[in-house]
């Protein structure tokens, strides 16, 4: 039997790629307009002259340090969500006592907490810690608020491993932390690509966090740093797109690298 195309769904496709196009397109050819050409012509027109000065005004001033501070923000979040969440995951998925059913609920209960209801108590502590305008005021809290969801899908990439290889191992006289390091992780590399994914972009992308804790310049991350091209009585239009196009590069890359891992990961987060 043959299938009749879906041409409502092509058509929807076609209207999708269309809207999520043209943003970045005006981001693209934005940058590389003079800021002349940019009031004359519009936001949508090709540049009737190509410059690069918009990426060596970005290039030349602050934003390669914030770029150095966002990525080792994101770092840092990586590593506290990976160190947490891929044994919390496993004593979850092989622990059959009522305190591990109850972690696992308190885990999920993070789901429902957005980061704006908590952003005062959360600056108190980090006040008293003695960490404001450090780049771990940005780095906790970011890595707490990714923990959740990395715990959710990490869960269920360890439920998709047979019962039977985790009895071989345990009969063999493999003790729980062997179990982890050598049967798990292998195991489970498309879960933790994909929590580690999630929690760079939650780094790279974070705006409240950095806007909230950390203030002067030295501290300053990606997203705070697009205001530097932002003036009380207007804005270089040019430039920041330009700033805008460069913070994307170094995320984009990271998620074409490890895109068949997330999906992977994904597909698996509900677990059998």
Do not use: C, H
Not at 24 to 48: E, R, W
Not at 55 to 67: A, E, K, Q
Not at 154 to 183: F, Q, V, W
Not at 184 to 202: C, D, E, M, R
């Amino acid at each position: 039997m043959r299938t009749r195309p879906n041409y409502t769904a092509a058509v929807m496709t076609f209207i999708w790629l269309i809207i999520i196009s043209v943003p970045l397109y005006a981001v693209v050819v934005t940058a590389f307009k003079p800021q002349a050409g940019y009031i004359t012509d519009g936001p949508l027109s090709l540049p009737s002259s190509f410059t690069l000065d918009n990426i060596v005004t970005v290039l030349s001033g602050d934003f390669p340090r914030y770029v150095l501070n966002t990525l080792v923000v994101t770092a840092m979040t990586v590593a506290i969500v990976m160190v947490l969440a891929v044994p919390v995951g496993y004593a979850v998925v092989r622990g059959q006592s009522w305190l591990t059913s109850s972690v696992f609920r308190l885990f999920l209960l993070g789901l429902a907490i957005p980061s704006q209801a908590v952003v005062i108590p959360l600056f108190l502590l980090i006040n008293q810690l003695g960490l404001y305008d450090t780049l771990w005021a940005v780095a906790l809290p970011t890595a707490a608020f990714a923990l959740p969801v990395s715990v959710l899908v990490l869960t269920g990439a360890m439920r998709d491993i047979s019962n039977e290889l985790y009895e071989a191992m345990a009969l063999d006289g493999a003790s729980p932390g062997r179990i982890l390091t050598t049967l798990v992780i292998p195991l489970s590399k498309s879960g933790i690509a994909t929590i580690g994914v999630f929690a760079a972009l939650q780094a790279w992308n974070g705006f409240l966090f950095p806007l909230i804790f950390t203030q002067s310049s030295s501290a300053k991350l990606v997203t705070t740093g697009l205001y530097d091209y932002i003036a009380q009585y207007g804005a270089n239009v040019p430039a920041l797109m330009a700033a805008v196009m460069l913070s994307a590069v170094p995320i984009l890359l990271v998620y074409l690298f490890a895109r068949r891992a997330l999906v992977a990961g994904l597909m698996g987060a509900g677990g059998k």
